[in-house]
């Protein structure tokens, strides 16, 4: 078994964003590479990187970081049979939502990926799938899902008995 997530960005200005999935998917086991090939101006580069990376590597899923344009993640899940994952960037929220993550959702027929704006939820799916093969990940998975429920449950436990007065001034509000 030879597992990997490829991290692809349109431009040198979404590497720190793929930097910040790389290291959540670090936490998880997950062995990473990253390209920076763009959708519109290296389209047969693109494919090319699919072309070579798909048999070598199992499980293998793709994420594409995009910021300006969600056309990365549709280019390569129209040319895989492995996952795509695509993180969008948020931008300003007038023109994130309108723009970037409705068009990110609405791909053509027969082209499918997942779609996070968050690079946490996006670092944790594709974990949960190479984790479906390599157990070492879906254990880590599995602890990190833990830890969050263990915070939830020492945060009800400190503050449920509170009163709402009790509650602010533990957050320091008035």
């Known amino acids: 078994m030879n597992p990997m997530a490829v991290l692809v960005m349109g431009s040198e200005s979404d590497l720190a964003d793929a930097i910040t999935v790389e290291e959540r998917l670090a936490g998880f086991e997950v062995p990473t590479t990253r390209r920076i090939l763009s959708a519109h101006r290296n389209t047969g580069d693109v494919l090319g990187m699919v072309r ?3 048999g070598r590597h ?3 899923v793709y994420v594409a970081v995009v910021g300006k344009k969600p056309d990365l993640g549709p280019v390569m899940a129209g040319s895989t049979d492995n996952p795509v994952v695509m993180y969008v960037k948020k931008t300003e929220p007038e023109t994130f939502y309108p723009n970037h993550l409705l068009s990110a959702l ?6 499918s990926y997942a779609v996070f704006s968050d690079p946490t939820n996006a670092a944790l799916y594709v974990a949960k ?3 479906l093969q390599v157990p070492e990940v879906r254990k880590a998975v599995g602890n990190y899902r833990a830890g969050r429920a263990g915070k939830n449950l020492e945060a009800d436990q400190r503050f449920s008995p509170m009163t709402t007065a009790e509650v602010k001034g533990a957050l320091g509000r008035k």
């Open 52 to 54: 070579g990376l798909d």
């Open 58 to 60: 199992s499980p293998l």
């Open 106 to 111: 609405d791909a053509p027929p027969g082209i």
């Open 129 to 131: 799938m190479i984790g």
